[in-house]
Structure formats: C-alpha cells, structure tokens
C-alpha cells in the first residue's frame, strides 16, 4: 500500500475532524466525547476495544497478519485551560477551553491512522494496539492507564507517539535516537513572615519582600550552580500573596516547573532550591516550607525503533528536513510508556513556513498547519511497516 497517497485521500476527513474536536475541548480527565468518539470509530474499524482505562482512556486492539510484534500507537486527547483567540471558524466553543497544544489533531491522526491499519491489516505482519490516552497535558494521564493495568491486558513489543510541533516549520521533522524531551518536576514554596498594617510595616515580617528575594535568588541556581553544557530549567510562573492594598499579608506562595535531562539533575536543582529557598527566606525574618512533585521522566526514543522511524521517514520524503539532534525542555508523560516499552516519539514540524510561522504551543492564538495530517499518519504506517521487516538486536546483559 501506498501510505501517503492513501493519507493523502483522508486528509479532508482529517481535517474536518479535527475541527470538530477544536471546537470541542475536553480538560485532563474528562475526555468524555472526544473518548466517545474514538471508541465509535475504532469499534467501527472492527477493533476490540476497551474504555475507561485510566479514567477516559480508550484501547483498541486489531488482529494483523501476525500476532506479534504487538506494536502501541499512542495518541493523548485532553486540552488546556485557556481563552482562544484565534478566530477561526472552527474556534473552541468551551469558554476557558482550547486545543492549544495539537492534541486535537493527534487524536483525528491517530483515528485515521487505525482506519489504515484496518484496511491492510492482512497485509502486515503485525497486531496494533492504539491506546488514546487522558491527561497529558497534567502528566497523569500515561501513569493511570499503567496503574489500570494496560501492560498486565496487552504488553507492546513497540510503541510509537506523534507530536505536531509549531516550534519547526512544515516539512520538518525530529527522529533522534536517545533522550529528547526533558523530565519535568514542579514545586510549590510557602514563605511565612509576620501579617500587619501597611503603614506600620516596621511591626510585621513582610513575606512578598522576601518572597521577592527568592524568585531572584531561583534565577542564580541554572545560572550559576549548574554546568552550563547541563540543559536545565528552574522557573517560578505563579506568585500569590496578598489580598488588599493596606495590609501585609502572612503568607506567599511561589509556583514553579523544573526541567531536566540527566537523572541526577531533578537531585541536583531540588537540593539547591531548597537551600537558596530556606537561606533567603531565613535572612528575611520569614520561615519557609516546600513541596516538590516529580511530573515525568525524560523521553529517551529507542535506537532501533528511531532507525525504523528514520528509514520510513527516507521513503515516504527523501527530501525531508530531519533533525536528528533537535531536543527540548519540553515534557511528555509517554515517557512513562518508553520506560518499559522500546519506542520512538516523533516531532512533525507544523508551524507553517518561515514567513507564516504558527504561534507557540500553549498560546492563545495557536493553530497548525493542517496539512501535516496526513503526512504524520503516513510516517506512523510505514513505520510500523518497516519494524515488520527486521527483528530488534538482542541486548548484551
């Protein structure tokens, strides 16, 4: 089969699915027609499917020519609390809701993808698992489908995951071989000082002056306490303290994300944020407590499954701009599934071109360019067509 001229003649059905899904935003968790619709339109493929894996999860599982290799292809579904602002025609009609991250259009590939599947499934050497997973953009929801026991029901020889990306313009793509999207942490500090009047603030401990000191003294960890050929990230994005205009208030709290590559980094950075956080806080006057949640591991991509990815890649577009060096301080909770499964997470440049770029990931105005569709489903096809046709290399113990 041809899997590009075949995407290619899905690719108004893909579109206009994934409109609809735009205009109908789900948040982590509660993906209840988006999984509604997947399991129609898989049940409708002739899959097996199971619902309610991990909250909204929904699996499907087809027959091939063989049994094995079992290969996953993993698609997330959940949206981002945000306003949109694109205008578009197909814009969000969830107030407060937006696909501002592309999940809307992985789940219409990933649909379409499985209708492929379905119709050279005789023709493959392989059985598929297509697993369309809640709550990524929180980092949950890989680990409650592991938790519901999706590896103890079906165990993947291979997954394989897409991910359009507005960072790179059209025509782009990232197969790498190795770490390529960063493990991410969050925390949450309390700095506790002494409330009082506004004007007699030489009777209270003042814990935003102090609060103040620590978010400039956090910029100084990656700056200076860290190798700079180390990639990593520490960076407070919520700040609240505080509630009128005449009284100090007792407390502020500081939110913030931690990125990293190296295992001994999420150590490293957690360790010293501790102790610039209780030090700075301390020469204040002010006492202070922290709470640290490890969100995912770093995505590291299987050598042998991102050389098939890469030959696939080379069929389909010989001319294609592959980047096999490109990482990011980005996250994905599918590196959760790659822990135990050998796999590969693909990038698919989305941004348009150079003079039209998209916006960024997570804005208000993002949008794709929608012609990547097809192209991500083919490369997913003869990607698992090419892990078909060679067996993986045994591993030295």
């Not at 369309?132 to 997954?159: C, N, S, T």
């Not at 996250?331 to 150079?354: H, K, N, R």
Request: charged share 20%; glycine share 8%; net charge negative.
């Amino acid at each position: 089969m041809d899997f590009l001229a075949e995407a290619n003649k899905l690719l108004p059905e893909m579109i206009a699915l994934r409109r609809k899904l735009h205009q109908h935003p789900e948040l982590a968790f509660a993906e209840y027609q988006t999984a509604n619709l997947a399991a129609e339109m898989l049940n409708t493929c002739g899959y097996e499917i199971v619902e309610g894996i991990g909250g909204t999860g929904v699996v499907g599982y087809l027959d091939g020519a063989k049994a094995n290799p079992l290969i996953m292809l993993r698609f997330d579904m959940d949206a981002l609390p945000i306003q949109e602002a694109t205008r578009a025609k197909y814009a969000s009609r969830n107030p407060g809701v937006m696909h501002a991250c592309g999940h809307d259009a992985h789940t219409a590939i990933g649909i379409y993808t499985a209708r492929l599947l379905a119709s050279c499934r005789d023709e493959i050497n392989a059985s598929f698992l297509l697993v369309f997973q809640p709550a990524e953009e929180i980092g949950q929801g890989a680990v409650a489908m592991l938790r519901d026991r999706l590896f103890e029901r079906w165990k993947p020889d291979y997954a394989l995951g897409v991910h359009v990306w507005n960072e790179l313009p059209s025509g782009s793509f990232v197969i790498r071989t190795g770490e390529l999207m960063a493990g991410s942490g969050m925390f949450e500090l309390t700095i506790t000082g002494k409330g009082g009047h506004a004007a007699l603030p030489h009777l209270a401990i003042d814990p935003i002056a102090a609060a103040a000191r620590v978010v400039c003294a956090l910029q100084s960890i990656p700056a200076q306490m860290i190798d700079p050929l180390e990639p990593a990230v520490l960076g407070v994005t919520t700040f609240h303290a505080g509630s009128v205009s005449n009284v100090i208030p007792e407390q502020a709290v500081l939110q913030g994300t931690i990125r990293f590559f190296s295992p001994h980094m999420w150590e490293l950075l957690t360790g010293r944020l501790a102790r610039v956080l209780h030090e700075t806080a301390s020469a204040a006057g002010c006492e202070a407590a922290i709470k640290l949640i490890e969100s995912t591991p770093p995505l590291v991509n299987d050598g042998f499954v991102a050389e098939a990815a890469r030959r696939a890649l080379l069929r389909l577009f010989p001319d294609a701009n592959l980047l096999s060096g490109y990482r990011t301080m980005g996250s994905e909770d599918m590196a959760y599934f790659l822990e135990q499964v050998p796999g590969a997470f693909i990038l698919v440049g989305s941004g348009g071109t150079a003079e039209h770029p998209g916006y960024p990931h997570h804005h208000p105005r993002f949008d794709i360019d929608e012609n990547v569709l097809a192209s991500a489903s083919a490369l997913l096809m003869q990607t698992v067509s090419e892990l078909t046709l060679h067996e993986m290399p045994e591993k030295d113990s």
